[in-house]
């Protein structure tokens, strides 16, 4: 069973991971709730969840605050970060341990949100221009009123709340492409 999993699985190991958690899920029970989660929801999120989850977030967030100048230099690509003394693979490894944090405690809360990762920042520098330290609070506010406003469509624009993926989808790919054509591809 698994292999046939994995043949039929093009995509990579963590869709044939996912793959084989539906195939051995009670269908009755937990099988909904797997596929819910993929779709992404604020409604499985509680204060236990985010007391679990809060101290990866803030922790990762601050540390991002605190090295947005540094993702300044590091746009300039490594020589230029070198030259101007920066360590660059410790940098990144730390920006990248940052952001796991804080996508890795999201994810595990509210399932896969999708499209605010890449529509937030890009109307944070249209807004705010390339200068990340005025683009990651901008996105931040941008990406907590967005998710906010979506999340209130999805419970109220119909009977059952509609999962919160479907229409940051619906909402987000038109406007990106709107975005894209708008800026020409370019950041601000």
Not at 46 to 60: C, E, K, Q
Not at 111 to 118: M, S
Not at 149 to 168: C, G
């Amino acid at each position: 069973v698994v292999t046939t999993l994995i043949a039929r699985n093009k995509r990579g190991g963590t869709s044939v991971v996912m793959s084989i958690l539906k195939y051995t899920a009670d269908p009755n029970n937990k099988l909904p709730q797997i596929t819910y989660w993929l779709m992404g929801s604020l409604s499985g999120a509680s204060m236990r969840t985010l007391a679990l989850g809060a101290p990866f977030i803030v922790v990762g967030s601050a540390v991002i605050f605190l090295m947005r100048w540094r993702l300044n230099i590091l746009a300039l690509g490594d020589d230029e970060a070198r030259a101007a003394g920066m360590n660059v693979p410790r940098a990144r490894g730390i920006i990248i341990v940052a952001a796991t944090l804080i996508t890795a405690a999201v994810v595990s809360m509210c399932g896969q949100v999708g499209w605010v990762g890449l529509l937030i920042p890009h109307c944070a520098r249209m807004i705010c221009g390339n200068n990340n330290r005025f683009v990651v609070p901008v996105g931040t506010v941008l990406g907590a009123i967005f998710l906010v406003v979506i999340d209130t469509l999805a419970r109220s624009s119909m009977e059952s709340e509609i999962p919160i993926s479907v229409l940051t989808a619906i909402i987000g790919a038109p406007f990106f492409i709107y975005l894209l054509r708008r800026t020409g591809g370019g950041w601000a």
